[in-house]
């Protein structure tokens, strides 16, 4: 039976479901006890379907309800026998298969779960199983077309014979029986063999943020988090069973973790798995909305880099009419018109997101019911609250900005993380007086909706997959060509953001940006960090306390960047030239300077009005005489 949600316009309905306390809306702080539920509510139906390949026309693999039940709870009680207490990790390291969920839902009923992303290097997966203090791990054996188990091999001596290493088969591959995942768990009784009962802020799960370094930095998960996000998900999405929706984002992302697997799960809907990739197989979003027919799909969801490609490859005649007329979208900036272009193609509003690890996902989204307003990040979610302030020069709290004031955003609520797994990361996370200081910098319209214009953390975000600035400067300062250096995002039409990096030469020595470029690929343990440009500059611009100054340097990258799109959309003989530079309104602005025909004046500023769709920066046009 469908639920009847209540109407969510504005603020003042955000209130007014607030008049009940929170403790009344939940009806159990032990996210197993979801779980248990949505695997309960109806064991005939198919909760999980899983194509192999990217083809809509082939046969899935099906898992019931009933059946994924009973593997969750042979592998609670496997991870039990094998030493597994609440406080205790649970690894999943392979992408997107039906065993992942299985070894999530399976491990947080006996302790904590951790999903790495299988795609780092071999020292940053042994780094993050000894923070999580792992008991188990059970990851991908040889497949073809991945390299996650002959990157495991090399370090799995390292981890000594209290960690148990259990293996599931992946697309193609075989199974290694010593360690079988499937043939251990089958051995296992179908009921729960021991007795647990979570407190609210016991550890549910430890994901790590994208933003990973040299050193772990996994964010901790509780039951309370975790089990209000699953609450307040459905109600401001308006979730139902009936709901069909496509694990397409990796499971590793908070987002994946919770909404497509934990929660679907959890509301007893119908997950699609389009292939162990999803959204990163080019074969699955060219066939997207194919799929979208075949499987019904109900929600839509989706980063804004995947809806800029679904955005110019609208459906051809396929039968979408089963999707509903809202998705949330979140991770990086959401270009306007990919937003509206969307709505159009597909009938959908894209409700805009705010959100981080750290929070358990979003903490904003633009209301259901109400104004998406393009271009702001949404209103508060219910029992969540947001506040942009003014800091001092220690890091405190000065005064709350005023309605439209930029500031740094605050955040307190049920959500958010105790903190991380390693301690050094959690001095000035909290303010003196409790909230989470975010590093985002953002201000509140008078309709509470958040505007965010920047960054204080020094990440880069590159489809949604977030970058440490440090990981590529520790890897350039090893060259002995390089004094100085600091990496920063540009803008980019699909990624959101590409790396690129400055750099300042040791007096004497040279150096090419081909050569420094070449000497960092392959040591970064991001593949996704590598510089898209380097450029060397003499002096790097530091602040006054000797440190790069990024400000700058980030406006000298977009600057960089519109330039050369507005030249190749423009063309000769007109002459543009582009000034980002902070605004107090928006954050950033790009002044862009035209030189030409000011009877071509129409032509031209259209050109440039369409390159400059694709990105989040507001815009303005400034005519010179020809």
């Excluded at 999530?104 to 993050?128: D, H, T």
């Excluded at 709350?400 to 958010?416: H, N, S």
Aim: glycine share 8%; with cysteine.
């Amino acid at each position: 039976m469908a639920i009847d949600y209540p109407r969510i316009r504005d603020l003042r309905d955000i209130e007014a479901i607030e008049r009940v306390p929170l403790e009344q809306q939940i009806f159990s702080w032990d996210v197993n006890d979801w779980v248990r539920r949505g695997l309960e509510r109806d064991p005939g139906k198919v909760a999980i379907e899983y194509f192999e390949t990217a083809d809509p026309a082939a046969a899935p693999q099906q898992v019931d309800y009933a059946t994924l039940r009973r593997q969750i709870t042979q592998a609670a009680n496997l991870f039990y026998a094998l030493g597994v207490g609440k406080d205790d990790a649970v690894i999943a390291l392979m992408p997107s298969l039906p065993e992942l969920y299985v070894t999530l839902l399976g491990g947080m009923a006996a302790g904590v779960v951790c999903c790495l992303n299988w795609m780092l290097k071999p020292p940053q997966i042994l780094e993050l199983i000894r923070a999580a203090r792992a008991k188990v791990v059970v990851v991908q054996g040889p497949t073809p077309g991945y390299e996650i188990w002959e990157n495991f091999r090399t370090i799995a001596d390292e981890l000594g014979p209290e960690v148990t290493i259990l293996t599931v088969a992946g697309p193609g591959g075989g199974r290694i029986d010593a360690s079988d995942f499937a043939r251990r768990i089958a051995s296992q009784p179908d009921r729960l063999a021991f007795a647990r009962h979570a407190a609210p802020e016991d550890i549910v799960a430890y994901i790590h943020s994208g933003g990973t370094t040299d050193s772990p930095k996994l964010v901790k998960i509780t039951h309370r988090g975790l089990a209000y996000k699953i609450w307040v998900s459905n109600l401001v999405m308006a979730h139902q069973a009936e709901d069909v929706i496509f694990a397409d984002y990796p499971i590793f992302h908070v987002a994946g973790f919770y909404n497509r697997c934990v929660s679907a799960i959890a509301d007893g809907m119908r997950v699609v798995i389009p292939t162990a990739l999803g959204a990163r197989n080019k074969e699955f979003i060219a066939r997207y909305w194919k799929f979208v027919e075949r499987c019904g799909v109900t929600v839509l969801a989706g980063v804004p880099t995947t809806l800029s490609v679904l955005a110019k490859n609208p459906p051809q005649g396929e039968d979408i009419s089963s999707l509903r007329p809202y998705m949330p979208t979140g991770s990086t900036g959401m270009p306007i018109e990919v937003a509206r272009e969307i709505e159009r193609i597909a009938g959908v509003r894209c409700l805009l997101t705010y959100g981080a690890t750290e929070y358990t996902a979003n903490v904003t989204q633009a209301p259901r019911d109400g104004d998406p307003r393009y271009g702001a990040a949404g209103i508060r979610i219910p029992y969540t609250q947001l506040r942009a302030v003014k800091l001092d020069a220690g890091g405190g709290i000065e005064r709350d900005c005023a309605v439209d004031e930029i500031g740094v955003v605050l955040i307190k609520g049920p959500g958010v993380t105790p903190g991380y797994v390693d301690a050094r990361f959690n001095p000035g996370l909290f303010s003196a007086d409790g909230w989470f200081v975010s590093g985002d910098v953002g201000r509140f319209d008078r309709d509470g909706y958040l505007w965010l214009t920047g960054r204080v953390k020094d990440v880069i975000i590159r489809g949604g997959h977030n970058i440490d600035a440090a990981l590529i400067e520790d890897v350039l300062r090893r060259h002995p060509a390089v004094l100085l250096c600091a990496a920063v995002g540009k803008p980019d039409a699909y990624a959101g953001e590409l790396p690129i990096a400055y750099v300042q030469l040791v007096s004497g020595k040279e150096a090419a940006p081909e050569e420094l470029k070449a000497f960092v690929r392959g040591k970064i343990t991001e593949r996704a960090g590598t510089p898209d440009e380097i450029f060397i500059v003499d002096p790097l611009p530091l602040t006054d306390i000797g440190k790069p100054n990024k400000a700058l340097l980030r406006q000298d990258a977009a600057s960089r960047a519109f330039r050369a799109v507005l030249a190749g959309a423009v063309g000769a003989p007109v002459e543009i030239e582009v000034d980002v530079r902070p605004d107090a309104t928006h954050g950033t602005l790009a002044v862009i300077g035209v030189t030409g025909h000011k009877a071509e004046r129409p032509a031209i500023e259209s050109k440039i009005r369409d390159a400059m769709k694709a990105y989040t920066v507001r815009h303005r046009i400034d005519w010179s005489d020809a």
